[in-house]
Nanobody, 123 residues
Framework: QVQLVESGGGLVQAGGSLRLSCAAS????????MAWFRQAPGKEREFVAS????????YYSDSVRGRFTISRDNAKNTLYLQMSSLKPEDTAVYHC????????????????WGQGTQVTVSS
């Protein structure tokens, strides 16, 4: 069992930056591939970025590639998402997720979810 708690969300103007964090507890954090997903009101949850166990491989959705950076610190049991050049369409609840499947790209691969943190980008 893994517990995931996100933080760092908030209100930011378009063009601004935020860094999300996800603190993990329970079974060894380094065992899991990790990811960020987001869900806007009235829309399905969508993939944002993922990172494998040793951070050697990272994957991004087309909509965030070049603006967002996913990273992890296995010594601190923490996952990060650095978001830059934010746009109003990035507004959503951002969820941290863990999987024992490498190369996370879809919600069906997820074993554990966090509750989410709200990110709102104003125009």
């Amino acid at each position: 069992q893994v517990q995931l708690v996100e933080s760092g969300g908030g209100l930011v103007q378009a063009g601004g930056s935020l860094r999300l964090s996800c603190a993990a507890s329970g079974r060894a954090f380094s065992y899991y591939a990790m990811a960020w997903f987001r869900q806007a009101p009235g829309k399905e949850r969508e993939f944002v970025a993922s990172i494998n166990r040793n951070a050697g491989n990272q994957y991004y959705s087309d909509s965030v590639r070049g603006r967002f950076t996913i990273s992890r610190d296995n010594a601190k049991n923490t996952l990060y998402l650095q978001m830059s050049s934010l746009k109003p369409e990035d507004t959503a609840v951002y969820h941290c997720a863990a999987s024992d499947i490498l190369g996370i790209l879809a919600t069906t691969q997820i074993k554990y979810w966090g509750q989410g943190t709200q990110v709102t980008v104003s125009s």
